[in-house]
């Protein structure tokens, strides 16, 4: 396949930096440039899609740079696909497979936004964790220099693709292979370190290769939601910061390139009641702050969508590792109706968490703020009132 020039990009590339600035993602001359400069499609020459296809099947299929439509599409503010699970992936047509994405070259607002919040400024050493296609390492490239830009993978391979494309758009970082959440093998410090994969909790080897002052920017899973913190880092190695106004998330951090976090599946037991209920799925899918709340006050919970076989009606469900769960329909006239199983105490705890939230005026998620002590044990808290939150460590 053959991958067209940076200059018949360049149109493209303008435009999409044009719209990230209207957007409010980017604020600062140097990161329009960056984005006006660095030629996403030679990072991100082929692609997935989802789509249903003529058997009814949701598959990933694969897309290709090559005509002016599909170059144009690669420079559209949307996240692509670019790898899937090598052990689930099962080609069903002759360029569709089904299975779970393993990486994605990020959709380019929110790249936008975690670079503007990483606060970077000229001399600065950063270390990104998750390279991906490379794209947003060349974008560190084009902001400070090849020298000062460090980026691991824990896929080897997806390393090597990048190191070639990268060194195709005329850029030389020190890359490597390895586990992100581990210490980084340059054993340098860095003022700054961008993680674009989801971490349970923020690493030690994180806070120790992060210079007094320096400044992370990551994507904590917390069961129910997660979301993006800015830590600054004291002298004394405690982080303290914020959830960012940048909202997004990422594929959670995997300890091996051949592996994906595979959720566990204890038994459930069957109903044991429904009540009516003023917390539907509608209200909790559409506050994201909200879910974030569920997310502090209710560790060890997870979300799935739970659809009803005989019936075909789905459910937003909040479920624990002890078989509890409870759900409410996402449509139709039981919307505010809640089943459950086991203990009854689960979808209490949603309510009263919301309650809380309603009660405090419903804040944005930047109105949290998010601390990790020097033994790693973290917590949130609630700027205006102090309310707090530990988290599982
Ligand atoms: C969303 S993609 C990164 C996208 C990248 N920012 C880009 O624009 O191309 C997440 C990446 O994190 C990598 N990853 C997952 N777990 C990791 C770990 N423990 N250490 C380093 N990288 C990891 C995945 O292999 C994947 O390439």
Redo the contacts with the bound molecule.
């Keep these: 396949m053959s991958v067209p020039g940076r200059d018949v990009a360049r149109p493209y590339m303008a435009t999409l930096a044009e719209e990230l600035g209207k957007a409010g993602a980017i604020h600062t001359q140097e990161w329009a440039d960056a984005f006006a400069t660095v030629p996403r499609h030679v ?2 020459p082929q692609w997935y899609e989802q789509e249903t296809n003529y058997r009814g099947i949701t598959v990933w299929r694969q897309r290709s740079v090559g005509d002016d439509e599909a170059l144009a599409a690669v420079y559209r503010d949307v ?1 692509l696909v ?2 899937l699970d090598p052990a689930t992936a099962k080609q069903v047509d002759e360029d569709a497979w089904t299975g779970m994405p ?5 959709l380019p607002s929110l ?1 936008a936004g975690m670079l503007e919040d990483l606060g970077v400024q000229d001399g600065h050493r950063v270390l ?10 060349a974008l560190l490239c084009a902001r400070l220099g090849d020298e000062r830009v460090h980026s ?4 080897q391979a ?1 390393v090597d693709a ?1 190191q070639e494309r990268l060194r195709d758009a005329g850029y030389v970082p020190h890359l490597m292979a ?5 210490l980084c093998p340059t054993a340098q410090t860095f003022d700054r370190i961008i ?3 989801s971490v349970p909790s923020i690493p030690a080897a994180w806070i120790e290769q992060l210079r007094p002052g320096g400044v992370l920017v990551a994507d904590v899973a917390l069961g129910i939601e997660g979301g993006l913190v800015r830590l600054s880092r004291g002298a004394d190695g405690l982080a303290r910061g914020f959830f960012t106004t940048t909202a997004g998330r ?6 091996d ?1 051949l592996t994906h976090p595979v959720p566990e599946h204890p038994e459930r037991p069957p109903s044991t009641g429904a009540r009516p209920t003023g917390l539907t799925a509608a209200e909790i899918r559409g506050n994201y702050p909200l879910r974030l709340v569920l997310a502090f006050q209710m560790p060890g919970t997870e979300v799935v969508y739970y659809v009803d076989d005989s019936t075909g009606e789905m459910s937003f469900q909040l479920q624990r590792g002890d078989g509890s769960w409870a759900r409410v329909p996402l449509a139709g006239d039981n919307q505010g109706m809640v089943t459950f199983g086991g203990d009854e105490g689960l979808w209490k705890q949603a309510e009263a968490a919301w309650e809380w939230w309603y009660n405090v005026g419903r804040p944005e998620q930047d109105r949290f703020g998010y601390a990790r002590e020097t033994d790693g044990s973290a917590y949130v808290w609630h700027l205006h009132d102090g309310t707090r939150w530990n988290l599982a460590s």
């Design positions: 990072f991100v996240t670019t790898g393993t990486s994605s070259s990020t790249m990104e964790v998750g390279t991906g296609t490379g794209y947003n390492t691991l993978d824990v896929d997806l990048a390895g586990d992100g959440t581990q993680a674009t994969c990422f594929m959670p951090a995997r300890s390139a």
